[in-house]
């Protein structure tokens, strides 16, 4: 069985995802793009040989007959409107984060999957696939350094054009706080936002550094270092320190240099390179579950969470206290 993929936002993470689901995953097509910039779909039709039907509606691709499955990675603030269209129409939907960009409209994403009684959305948060961040979890569940009390994790980026106010929290930071609740099997029960020395790197008037503090839910403390404009690369870091010994995702493998009088290896510059595998198994998992039926990726109401958790990041970041994260119950639906 192969399944149809229609493609809604076609802009930098849309292409690359057409270019994995119809080159690198097996059993799936792209037979559907859209987009408010129709150029970018011809070109990716020409540019990958494709001979995908281009929508002018993207409410028109998510019904139509020819579609089986929808990817939405279009601008945030879209997302709401089409995951909550793809439910209606009963069809699977892999939504790039954020699931929407408040809490209440995640919330109503579960609502309505809730009603509709079958699970159908996955969120792209793809570090959960990540070979690293799985043997950091491996070694945590055999208990190899006994009971995890503090974790040390750093999210650096060489620049981040475009990133205004609060974006380094709501647009990047919620890797962490999806992989890093996934790590621990567990929750968060409050933040607190240092805000460090800016750097004078980056754009007038943003903050950059912060240091995001968590506590969980078991009394886990975590301390986040968000730094996007870094400027000597992209560097994901995570330390967890238990009861018994240390452990930290290794580094992406890089060759080892001994030249004039200097022992090197290469740091990478871009979240593509260093997320490519991840993206890879996040789809091929995904197809996986369309084809078994049931959607069992990141879901609906781990985008909520992921909501509520910057949400109250970014309260903290202006009262300079801790702020609470208050979390109904799960429903079963989601266990
Ligand atoms: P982008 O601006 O390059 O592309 C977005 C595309 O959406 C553009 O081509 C734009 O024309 C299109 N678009 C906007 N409104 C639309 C609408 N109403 N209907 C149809 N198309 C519309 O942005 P991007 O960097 O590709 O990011 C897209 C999404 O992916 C964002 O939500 C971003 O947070 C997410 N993202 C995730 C990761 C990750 O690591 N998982 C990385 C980058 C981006
Ligand atoms: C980008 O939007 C992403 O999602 C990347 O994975 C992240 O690491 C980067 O910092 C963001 O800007």
């Not at 690198?24 to 990716?44: F, M, R």
Request: charged share 25%; proline share 4%.
């Amino acid at each position: 069985m192969t399944v149809k993929i229609g493609v809604i936002g076609t802009g930098a993470i849309g292409r690359e995802h057409v270019f994995r689901l119809s080159r690198k995953i097996p059993g799936a097509q792209v037979v559907a793009l859209n987009d408010v910039n129709i150029s970018s779909c011809e070109s990716i039709n020409s540019d990958f040989d494709l001979d995908a039907k281009i929508f002018t509606d993207s409410h028109e691709l998510i019904k139509s007959d020819s579609v089986d499955a929808i990817v939405v990675a279009s601008w945030g603030p879209t997302h709401e409107e089409f995951v909550n269209s793809a439910i209606s129409a009963g069809k699977f939907v892999f939504c790039e984060k954020p699931l929407a960009v408040t809490a209440e409209g995640c919330r109503q994403i579960i609502d309505a999957e809730l009603t509709g009684g079958k699970r159908l959305v996955q969120v792209g948060f793809m570090r959960r696939y990540d070979q690293a961040y799985q043997q950091l979890k491996k070694c945590l569940q055999d208990n190899t350094i006994g009971h995890p009390i503090i974790l040390n994790c750093a999210h650096r980026a060489p620049h981040a054009p475009g990133f205004g106010g609060d974006m380094a929290i709501t647009d990047s930071l919620v890797h962490e706080f999806d992989v890093l609740r996934w790590l621990l099997d567990d929750d968060y029960v409050a933040a607190q936002v240092i805000l460090p020395r800016k750097t004078s790197l980056c754009d007038e008037g943003l903050q950059d550094p912060h240091i995001v503090q968590l506590r969980t839910r078991q009394g886990i403390h975590i301390s986040i270092e968000s730094f996007v404009n870094a400027h000597y690369g992209y560097d994901i870091q995570c330390q967890v320190v238990g009861e018994k010994g240390v452990a930290a995702l290794p580094e992406p493998a890089s060759v080892q240099l001994r030249e004039l009088g200097k022992l090197s290896h290469e740091i990478l510059i871009d979240w593509k390179d260093r997320f490519v595998a991840a993206f890879d198994q996040e789809f091929r998992d995904w197809i996986q579950s369309i084809k078994a039926g049931k959607a069992n990726g990141p879901s609906a109401w781990d985008g909520y969470v992921v909501a509520v958790t910057a949400d109250a990041c970014v309260k903290a970041k202006h009262s300079g206290q801790f702020e609470n994260i208050d979390l109904p119950p799960r429903p079963d639906f989601y266990q």
